[in-house]
C-alpha cells in the first residue's frame, strides 16, 4: 500500500502553546512527522475574537489548521481529518465498527469530563485560583475510569496507540498543574510514559505544579 502524500507545504497550526487542545494536535502532527508552521494565538489578550481568527473558526476557538485550501477547526475534529488524510487506513482511527466505537466514547470523554475536570482544574490554577471540588471530583472520576482500561490493555482503545490516546493524553500528563496527582493511578502513569515514548513524540509547555489538592468526599 503506497505511503500517503505529504502535505504540499506545511500545515498552518493555529494555537496556544499551554492548551492541550492545540497540543494534542501539534502532537500529532509531530508522530505523522508533518510539516507544522505555528501561529500562536494568544487568547488571553483575546487574540482568538480577531476577524482573522474568526474567519477560520466563527466560534472563537483554537486549534484551526489550514492545510493549503482547506481550513478544520476543533481538535478532535482536526485528529480524524489528519489521520484520514494523512496516516495509513486504520492506523490511528479504526475502520472496524467497534474499533471506532471505542475511539469515539473516549473522544465523548475528552470533550466531557476532560475538559471539565482536569483541563479545567489546570486553567484555574494557571491563572492563580483555586480548583473547584466539582472540577477535582470529575477528575478523580475519570482517572478512575482511565486506570481500569488501562489495567487491561496498554492503550484506552486497544493494544495500539489510536487517536483516543491523542485526544486523552495532553491535560491528562498535565493534571498535576491544576492540583491533581497522578499519583493514585499506576496503570495510567504508565500509559503517559508508553505516550512520551512513541517515536517523535513533542511535549506541552508546562506551567508550575501546586500542592495536590485534597479532593472532597
Known sequence: MPKPPAPARPIRLHGMSISGHSHRVRLFC??????????????????????????????????????????????????????????????????????????????????????????????????????TPAQLKTAQRLFRVMELALQEQAFLAGPAPTLADIAMYSYTAHAPEGGVSLEPYPALRAWVARIEALPGFVGMVRGPVPAPKEIPA
Open 30 to 131: 509531530a508522530l505523522l512527522g508533518l510539516p507544522v508552521e505555528w501561529v500562536e494565538v494568544d487568547v488571553f489578550k483575546g487574540e482568538h475574537r480577531l476577524p482573522g481568527m474568526l474567519g477560520l473558526n466563527p466560534m472563537g476557538q483554537v486549534p484551526v489548521i489550514e492545510d493549503g485550501e482547506t481550513v478544520v477547526p476543533d481538535s478532535n475534529a482536526i485528529l480524524v481529518y489528519l489521520a484520514r488524510r494523512y496516516a495509513e487506513p486504520g492506523q490511528w482511527l479504526p475502520e472496524d465498527a467497534l474499533g471506532a466505537a471505542r475511539v469515539q466514547r473516549w473522544f465523548s470523554l475528552a470533550a466531557g469530563e476532560l475538559a471539565d475536570g482536569p483541563a479545567s482544574a489546570r486553567v484555574t490554577c494557571l491563572v492563580g485560583r483555586e480548583p
